[in-house]
T-cell receptor, first 114, second 114 residues
Framework: GAGVSQSPSNKVTEKGKDVELRCDPISGHTALYWYRQSLGQGLEFLIYFQGNSAPDKSGLPSDRFSAERTGGSVSTLTIQRTQQEDSAVYLC????????????FGQGTRLTVV | AQKVTQAQTEISVVEKEDVTLDCVYETRDTTYYLFWYKQPPSGELVFLIRRNSFDEQNEISGRYSWNFQKSTSSFNFTITASQVVDSAVYFCALRAAAGNKLTFGGGTRVLVKP
């Protein structure tokens, strides 16, 4: 596709429910990132996928958070038993392989836990 | 560990004024990459520039310029003759050559008043 696509753009869920957020990276990009941005805050790293390598999960805040990337393309971030503090914008980015490459971001999914 | 600090949380200027955004970073790696991103009110992060740690040449792109000083671990960004459309949050970021994580600063909100 032309850019990184995320769905849904907005999600309101009840506390305790599970949610799935989807990211379609730019075609051909082998690296994929998930970040979280709370209201008025900076970007918090969550997880990184690169090709067939084991993902870097060092940023996941708790075991309620998990992510997978199927076929080296689409990624799904799952939050189980959502809490109000999970409310934030979840941003996905993709890039070519290599530290020198810039990451391109999607428009994010705004998650509100009520 | 990597760290990026943007000490200015918000800057307000009048149109046509120049504005400089500070970025100070910490890393133990000898090879790394620095980035600036713009986040307009629409929310999507837009890549502005990448700089390699071994290239301290400053860069100018239109009204934007960047001053990289390795001796002070700073990578500052100046907008010359600011315009209302420059109003956004600007993020500085760092990635080590051997690393995966793109570490962001807290961002600086720039408000350009007409």
């Amino acid at each position: 596709g032309a850019g990184v696509s995320q769905s849904p753009s907005n999600k309101v869920t009840e506390k305790g429910k599970d949610v799935e957020l989807r990211c379609d990276p730019i075609s051909g990009h082998t690296a994929l990132y998930w970040y979280r941005q709370s209201l008025g805050q900076g970007l918090e790293f969550l997880i990184y996928f690169q090709g067939n390598s084991a993902p870097d999960k060092s940023g996941l805040p708790s075991d309620r958070f998990s992510a997978e990337r199927t076929g080296g393309s689409v990624s799904t971030l799952t939050i189980q038993r959502t809490q109000q503090e999970d409310s934030a914008v979840y941003l996905c980015a993709s890039s070519w392989e290599g530290a020198a490459t810039e990451a391109f971001f999607g428009q994010g999914t705004r998650l509100t836990v009520v | 560990a990597q760290k990026v600090t943007q000490a200015q949380t918000e800057i307000s200027v009048v149109e046509k004024e120049d504005v400089t955004l500070d970025c100070v970073y910490e890393t133990r790696d000898t090879t790394y990459y620095l980035f600036w991103y713009k986040q307009p009110p629409s929310g999507e992060l837009v890549f502005l520039i990448r700089r390699n740690s071994f290239d301290e040449q400053n860069e100018i792109s239109g009204r934007y310029s960047w001053n990289f000083q390795k001796s002070t671990s700073s990578f500052n960004f100046t907008i010359t003759a600011s315009q209302v459309v420059d109003s956004a949050v600007y993020f500085c970021a760092l990635r080590a050559a051997a690393g995966n994580k793109l570490t962001f600063g807290g961002g600086t909100r720039v408000l350009v008043k007409p």
